[in-house]
């Protein structure tokens, strides 16, 4: 089984990812975390997009193919996978159809956790104050920028799945579990009818 958790930044992929992992034995592919750790590593691709990130702006296609397509062959992912943070343009969502269908797989669900923009802003600012270590890309008016990548290049990702009828909206607004439990009933309902 594989996924696309999609939300705006603070809309709790990573946190819904994590119940997949457990719940589903599914593997992460997050470009995010990616991302930040080649910047940790500091190395040549890491330097690259360090102030990209930082200015919450999205980093050149070319990179993430490079990144993706370099995890894609590990074997591991052969039993499930969810990608958390891509695709977030449409060149992104097309290319991996490409990549889906060269490798002679597919994507089964597409989940988009649905958060209120108000209640985005004050997530996020409650996780900068709580961090000891804050993300350079945390900050309000990073924030801010972030969102606004999102609704132009991000949301119009939606469309794509939703023509190919495996897009799920979930109400990212109840509690943690209640999102979780949301996600997994549609899965099992799935599942069921195969
Ligand atoms: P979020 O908290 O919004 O889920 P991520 O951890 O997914 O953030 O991504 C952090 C930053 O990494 C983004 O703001 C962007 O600069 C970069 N990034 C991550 N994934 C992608 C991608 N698929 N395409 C372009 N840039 C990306």
Same mark, same amino acid.
């Given at each position: 089984?594989?996924?696309?958790?999609?939300?705006? #930044?603070?809309?709790?992929?990573?946190?819904?990812?994590?119940? /997949?992992?457990?719940?589903?034995? $599914?593997?992460?592919?997050?470009?995010?975390?990616?991302?930040?750790?080649?910047?940790? *590593?500091?190395?040549?691709? +890491?330097?690259?997009?360090?102030?990209?990130?930082?200015?919450?702006?999205?980093? #050149?296609?070319?990179?993430?193919? /490079?990144?993706?397509?370099? !995890? $894609?062959?590990?074997?591991?992912?052969?039993?499930?996978?969810?990608?958390?943070?891509?695709? !977030?343009?449409?060149?992104?969502?097309?290319?991996?159809?490409?990549?889906?269908?060269?490798?002679?797989?597919?994507?089964?669900?597409?989940?988009?956790?649905? @958060?209120?923009? =108000?209640?985005?802003?004050?997530?996020?600012?409650?996780?900068?104050?709580?961090?000891? @270590?804050?993300? =350079?890309?945390?900050?309000?008016? @990073? /924030?801010?920028? !972030? $969102?606004? %990548?999102?609704? *132009?290049?991000?949301? #119009? %990702?939606?469309?794509?799945?939703? &023509?190919? &009828?495996?897009? &799920? %909206?979930?109400?990212?607004? +109840?509690?943690?579990?209640? @999102?979780?439990? &949301?996600?997994?009933? /549609?899965?099992?309902?799935?599942?069921?009818?195969?």
């Amino acid at each position: 089984m594989n996924i696309i958790l999609f939300g705006a #930044p603070g809309a709790g992929k990573g946190t819904q990812a994590n119940f /997949l992992i457990n719940e589903f034995g $599914l593997i992460q592919i997050s470009t995010g975390d990616m991302l930040r750790d080649s910047v940790k *590593r500091k190395t040549k691709l +890491g330097k690259q997009v360090e102030n990209i990130m930082a200015n919450g702006e999205l980093v #050149p296609d070319d990179i993430i193919f /490079l990144l993706i397509n370099e !995890r $894609l062959k590990n074997k591991d992912i052969k039993n499930g996978f969810i990608f958390d943070g891509f695709p !977030r343009n449409l060149k992104q969502a097309q290319k991996l159809d490409e990549i889906m269908n060269d490798m002679s797989m597919h994507l089964d669900f597409v989940f988009h956790i649905d @958060v209120d923009e =108000k209640i985005l802003t004050s997530r996020i600012e409650n996780r900068a104050k709580q961090e000891k @270590v804050i993300r =350079k890309d945390d900050t309000s008016a @990073v /924030l801010i920028e !972030r $969102l606004k %990548v999102y609704n *132009r290049d991000t949301k #119009p %990702v939606l469309d794509h799945y939703f &023509n190919q &009828n495996i897009l &799920n %909206v979930i109400d990212g607004m +109840g509690t943690i579990d209640e @999102v979780s439990s &949301n996600i997994s009933r /549609l899965i099992n309902k799935d599942l069921k009818v195969d």
